[in-house]
């Protein structure tokens, strides 16, 4: 497809479950980044890769969070022990510009993952 | 901290009218600036941007002005159109970030007919 992609669009999980979340970016674009929405906010950075390399974990909560994107394409957002707190959409984000010029900042986002943790 | 800020969580305009939507932010470092638009159920979509050495970028009937010495800016839709009734975002980056966003936390629009 021409957008981002992202699965599953809704996740349901016990508390202490373990959930992946997949993120297809547009084909080509360097830049991936995985921000967290909860609701009525603004969405939250948690990390970013360029190509295969993670250059930015700064944002995310706890070691029961990691990221992947082995090959430089797709990205694995990954939550260990999920908490009650874990709750939100999870949104992915793929880029084609990593220097300051035309269309630098203008992120494509994908639909996004809703977790609900019971 | 909220290094940006969207202090109105909603607004309502007569189609037709002007729509002004403010943010403001407390870093100093950054020195780009982006505003997107969300509709229920999709990703933000990106709407228009400013770089710090401008004040003022137009595209169409968007509008963004920067005021650097307060820190805010805000978006301008002239004349407003029902199908602007969304949420937007106003986001801030600075050069050695690597891309990274940092989002105000959104005003809904209503553009009523």
């Known amino acids: 497809g021409a957008g981002v992609s992202q699965s599953p669009r809704y996740k349901v999980a016990k508390r202490g479950q373990d959930v992946a979340l997949r993120c297809d970016p547009i084909?080509?674009?360097?830049?991936l980044f995985w921000y967290q929405q909860a609701l009525g906010q603004g969405p939250e950075f948690l990390t970013y890769f360029q190509n295969e390399a993670q250059l930015d974990k700064s944002g995310l909560p706890s070691d029961r969070f990691f990221a992947e994107r082995p090959e430089g394409s797709v990205s694995t957002l990954k939550i260990q022990r999920t908490q009650q707190e874990d709750s939100a959409v999870y949104l992915c984000a793929s880029s084609l510009a990593v220097v300051r010029g035309e269309g630098y900042g203008e992120l494509f986002f994908g639909e996004g993952s809703r977790l609900t943790v019971l | 901290d909220q290094q940006v800020k969207q202090n109105s969580p909603s607004l309502s305009v007569q189609e037709g009218r002007i729509s002004i939507l403010n943010c403001d932010y407390t870093?100093?470092?950054?020195?780009?600036f982006l505003w997107y638009k969300k509709y229920p159920a999709e990703g933000p979509t990106f709407l228009i941007s400013i770089s710090s050495i401008k004040d003022k970028n137009e595209d169409g009937r968007f509008t963004v002005f920067l005021n650097k010495s307060a820190k805010h800016l805000s978006l301008h839709i002239v004349p407003s159109q029902p199908g602007d009734s969304a949420v937007y975002f106003c986001?801030?980056?600075?050069?050695?970030?690597?891309?990274?966003?940092?989002f105000g936390q959104g005003t809904e629009l209503s553009v009523k007919p």
């Open positions: 084909s080509g674009h360097v830049s």
């Open positions: 986001a801030a980056s600075h050069y050695n970030q690597g891309g990274k966003l940092i």
């Open positions: 870093n100093s470092m950054f020195d780009y």
